[in-house]
């Protein structure tokens, strides 16, 4: 990558006139050999997008080509849009960061009637609630027929892992609550507050927030993933359907739909402290610096060698929004993934440079490479050919999950069930989920996720009263199912756990509990 770099100085707070020499070259070599169907890119430099590009093609086997137009799906990168939008309220008075939910949500309520009085908006955007890791994602993974409203109210279900404000824990129901207080304060939806309020103001007119919009766009990209190599992430690339990955419910913790040239304007916006470029602001440079405060302490786990450099010496989330540092800079950065797409945004505003890679697959090595090419470019460090070191990382990590699942499935079962197969069957019900359904044909027993559409499949022994599901949806996480007896032989409970070792943690099975719904 030295021949990326334009020598112009060697200090940490220099910044380019330019992106690396020959990137564009840099960026197609990348993408052809890892795998990526299609990459789009912007870069600001002073509040000038300096690069908003295609590469690639927009579904993998096709010729249309990936434009600075072209929609992809953005994921979690959306959150810093979300708090943006409640931004906008601050600034016309009718909301204020620490003003409790429960009187701008009435109904609100979680677990613990104290954390349900005491929680604010702040709150909901920072991840300190005490939920645990992506606690309640199967209410829209991988897809929902539950409304948002629903969603919202079934939180009260969900019980927490740590006590309220002690500890990071990742979640995105609670954007869900943030998207539905927007549409309870101002009597619209989030989607047409975000289209409205922001996207339209902003100038991001190619931009959307929601499906009807993105799929009527022919400039939009396809998802794309690992599935035939018998484990999610292993394998050659297949087209998903583009209906799945994210139920419109969780929307506000991730549904947009951006492309290069748009990310180029919220990346000057942000820059510039919600100023516009024809004048104005989006939200003032008061809410500016409230969105990069930081709010809650994240571990900080430790890196590889390989990978030592990347790792901070500080980390925090402020509002929609990771802060930290890299190699002595102050970054502020997010990444986004939804099934099939996943994107990575960064600010530097130290050097006044913000950048965005996008890519409609799953190989979030190529999304981390060239972000630190591009992070190292801009403070004027040597190479370390980045992509390569990820795509080291990811390959090992693939193979020892790989490894490690087919192990345990090629072990004999220690025991036969318990029960005849007819007596597991029956309606199960989580309070937070709902329902699942377990039926018996003639092939054995049947599993029905009811509040998710085409989630089901079949039960195989594996060992005990235990099961792995086979869904008939080869995209999603298979489960281990597990039968509880009570004194008299009765199924009592059913509890499950993610079969794979390196499934996504929004698939989060091990917080169900589920028990017999009596006829």
């Known amino acids: 990558m030295k021949q990326f770099l334009i020598a112009l100085a060697l200090t ?8 690396p020499v020959d990137f564009d070259t840099r960026v197609e070599a990348l993408r052809k050999a890892v795998g990526v169907p299609g990459v789009g890119i912007a870069i600001v430099e002073k509040g000038q997008t300096v690069l908003a590009k295609g590469y690639g093609v927009k579904r993998l086997g096709g010729n249309d080509p990936v434009t600075p137009h072209t929609l992809f799906a953005t994921g979690s990168t959306g959150k810093a849009m979300t708090a943006a ?8 008075g009718k909301i204020d960061w620490d003003d409790k939910v429960i009187d701008r949500l009435p109904g609100f309520q979680m677990w613990d009637s104290w954390v349900t009085r005491e929680m604010t908006i702040r709150d909901l955007l920072v991840h300190r609630s005490g939920l645990g890791l992506g606690a309640g994602d199967l209410l829209f993974v991988p897809r929902s027929n539950l409304s948002r409203a629903e969603a919202v109210r079934r939180l009260r279900y969900i019980k927490p892992a740590t006590s309220f404000r002690s500890d990071y824990a990742y979640d995105n129901i609670l954007y869900m609550v943030a998207g539905q207080l927007i549409e309870t304060v101002t009597g619209q939806t989030w989607e047409a507050y975000v289209k409205d309020d922001v996207f339209k103001v902003a100038g991001m007119t190619d931009s959307v927030s929601d499906d009807p919009d993105r799929f009527a766009n022919p400039d939009r990209a396809q998802p794309h993933a690992r599935m035939n190599g018998g484990l999610r992430g292993a394998g050659d690339q297949e087209v998903l359907d583009e209906r799945d990955g994210l139920a419109r419910n ?12 748009d990310m180029g304007k919220w990346l000057a916006l942000q820059l510039a402290q919600g100023k516009l470029p024809g004048g104005g602001q989006l939200y003032g440079s008061a809410q500016a610096q409230q969105m990069w405060r930081p709010a809650t302490l994240m571990p900080i786990a430790p890196k590889p060698p390989e990978l030592a450099l990347t790792q901070p010496k500080f980390l925090s989330y402020a509002l929609g929004w990771h802060v930290q540092d890299y190699r002595g800079a102050k970054i502020l950065q997010h990444g986004g993934a939804v099934f099939g797409f996943q994107t990575m945004v960064v600010l530097m505003p130290e050097q006044d440079v913000g950048f965005a890679v996008e890519i409609n697959s799953e190989d979030g090595e190529l999304v981390q490479g ?26 090992k990590r693939v193979a020892d999950g790989l490894a490690a699942f087919k192990a345990k499935g090629a072990a004999s079962a220690k025991s036969n069930p318990s029960l005849p197969l007819a007596r597991y069957a029956g309606t199960y019900r989580d309070p937070w989920y709902g329902d699942i359904v377990v039926g018996q044909d003639r092939q054995g027993l049947t599993i029905d996720f009811r509040s998710t559409p085409r989630m089901g499949g ?5 060992q005990y009263d235990s099961f792995l599901t086979r869904f008939d949806d080869k995209t999603i996480e298979p489960a281990y199912v597990s039968f509880g007896l009570d004194a008299d032989g009765k199924v009592e409970r059913v509890t499950m756990k993610p079969a794979s070792p390196i499934a996504d943690f929004s698939y989060d099975y091990q917080d169900l509990l589920f028990t017999p719904v009596k006829p």
């Open 12 to 19: 940490s707070t220099s910044v380019y006139a330019a992106p």
């Open 85 to 92: 939008a409640l931004a906008t309220l601050v600034d016309q």
């Open 250 to 261: 969780a929307a506000p913790a991730g549904g947009l739909a951006v492309s290069p040239v």
């Open 370 to 395: 060239l972000g630190y090419e591009l992070l190292d470019h801009y403070l004027g460090l040597p190479s370390q050919d980045w992509p390569a070191r990820f795509r080291a990382f990811k390959a």
């Open 458 to 462: 079949r039960l195989s022994h594996f």
